[in-house]
């Protein structure tokens, strides 16, 4: 059986006081774009994706394995999840209003809610939008990282040779 390749990760004590200092502004700022994005420049799509590079820069100071173990494949999983639920929820929900898919103004009309297209739009932004670029972002990296390697091909899957 082969050898695994060494993990090239080396501690750095400039890279971990960086990224300590800087990762909650990061954070902070995604956050910001995430929130105030129907109404200013940003939007859930640069605040998920600042989030989600929060998370890389995590992960290249402390080491990949680290952060996936810390962030489980589960939560990443349904912060997608949640974020397709909740915009795909909206848009059914405005056509048993008797609207199109995410025609907002349903719910001014049908339920009375004031502002209501700009709250459903907000929600998209913010609750469907920001989670599931967020999450896709994570996962690409964590799935880049593991990469694919001849050994790991062959360790997963099963050889068939002439005897059988």
């Not at 990760?9 to 994005?37: C, D, N, R, W």
């Not at 048993?96 to 907002?104: I, M």
Request: hydrophobic share 45%.
């Amino acid at each position: 059986m082969a050898e695994r390749p060494n993990d090239t990760y080396t501690e750095s004590q400039v890279i971990l006081t960086s990224v300590k200092i800087i990762a909650p502004f990061t954070l902070t700022y995604g956050m910001f774009m995430a929130l105030h994005g129907a109404d200013s420049p940003g939007g859930g799509f640069q605040g998920g994706a600042i989030i989600g590079v929060t998370i890389l820069m995590i992960a290249f100071a402390f080491g990949i394995e680290p952060t996936r173990q810390w962030l489980s494949n589960s939560a990443i999983v349904g912060l997608v999840t949640g974020g397709v639920a909740i915009f795909v929820g909206i848009g059914l929900t405005t056509m048993l209003l008797g609207g199109d898919f995410l025609e907002y103004v349903r719910f001014e009309s049908a339920l009375g809610v004031p502002d209501g297209g700009k709250w459903s739009m907000e929600a998209i932004e913010i609750g469907g939008i920001t989670l599931i670029v967020g999450g896709v972002v994570i996962t690409l990296f964590f799935a880049m990282a593991a990469g694919f390697t001849p050994q790991r091909k062959t360790e997963n899957s099963q050889e068939v040779t002439d005897d059988d």
